[in-house]
């Protein structure tokens, strides 16, 4: 291998250093820029342009970078064009350049045939005709959405009228069970604490009412003497009016002692027990 040797061109830092104006304080110059023609210039690939483009070798190509990514964004998914400018009032087809006034005349007094030449593939400008391909993409999404809108409206719509079935049915059930609630209320009314209660406290005059006629009974009688047996059946019967009449009335005390300063759950259940009892 050949020894390098430095190129007369560019002066070695020792002969900078020898001249008179060397300078220590200042730095040296920097190297010369390489030419054109020098190896590592010619060695260097030029990058491509086109930032998924394979190498000659058929390589994969490398992840893009951002800069790649962001050219990518520019262009499109498909490297679309930018959108066609507008001809301006003046554009004609070429199938009309070379009619007659008369034929043009007669064209614009037709809409029908006019739209025709202005939207004919043959005869229209690629800007008109994107147009049209836009509007056509619109038109046929919105005809999706719509479809799509009226399949929901059916749905929605037989969603309603179940809705509305089942609601006009909760109405019915909850009046029927209004009605029986009623009358579970009418046919248990007897039997309520406050009906029990008056019913306890007719109870106890009933049969003070007794034991007084069976006492008037006794004393008035009918002038005769009445024998032991009559006399013992009197007692007996006079006794159990009594005690009778005693519990009536200590249970009705209870009921008004529990109506004053009020019972739980077990002494309400036991008055009303004692209520039926007496009655």
Same mark, same amino acid.
């Given at each position: ?10 002066? #070695? ?22 030419? #054109? ?5 010619? #060695?260097? $690939? ?15 190509? %490398? ?23 507008? $001809? ?8 009309? *350049? ?6 043009? *005349? ?5 809409? *029908?045939? @006019? ?7 043959? !005869?229209?400008?690629?800007? !008109?005709?994107? %147009?049209? /391909?836009? @509007? ?20 929605? %719509?037989?969603?309603?009228?179940? !809705?509305?079935?089942?609601? @006009? ?18 046919? @248990? %009314? ?17 049969? /003070?009412?007794?034991?007084? &006629? ?12 009445? !024998? /032991?047996? /009559? ?27 529990? &109506? ?17 009892? &007496?009655?």
């Amino acid at each position: 291998m050949a020894a390098y040797t430095p190129s007369n061109d560019v002066p #070695s830092y020792a002969d900078h250093r020898a001249s008179g104006s060397f300078d220590p304080n200042v730095p040296p110059r920097p190297p010369p820029k390489p030419r #054109s023609e020098d190896v590592s210039r010619q #060695s260097t $690939p030029v990058l491509s342009q086109y930032p998924h483009q394979l190498s000659p070798l058929g390589a994969k190509p %490398s992840p893009p970078t951002p800069e790649q990514s962001i050219y990518a964004e520019q262009v499109g998914p498909q490297g679309a064009p930018q959108a066609i400018p507008d $001809p301006g009032p003046n554009w004609l087809p070429k199938i009309l *350049e070379d009619k007659s006034i008369q034929d043009l *005349e007669e064209i614009l007094r037709n809409p *029908e045939l @006019l739209s025709a030449t202005c939207h004919s593939r043959e !005869t229209a400008h690629p800007s !008109t005709s994107a %147009s049209d /391909e836009s @509007l056509q993409a619109a038109l046929r999404e919105n005809i999706a959405l719509a479809s799509h809108l009226n399949d929901v409206e059916a749905r929605l %719509s037989h969603l309603q009228a179940s !809705t509305q079935a089942q609601l @006009l049915s909760a109405h019915a059930l909850e009046r029927q069970w209004r009605q029986k609630q009623s009358d579970m209320d009418r046919a @248990l %009314s007897p039997f309520s604490p406050s009906s029990l209660y008056q019913h306890l406290g007719a109870g106890v005059q009933d049969q /003070e009412t007794v034991c007084q &006629a069976l006492e008037e009974s006794f004393l008035e009688g009918d002038g005769a003497v009445a !024998t /032991e047996r /009559e006399i013992t059946d009197w007692v007996r019967r006079y006794r159990d009016a009594r005690r009778l009449y005693y519990s009536r009335r200590e249970r009705k005390e209870r009921a008004d002692v529990v &109506a004053l300063w009020g019972a739980g759950d077990d002494d309400g259940a036991l008055n009303m027990h004692d209520a039926r009892q &007496a009655v």
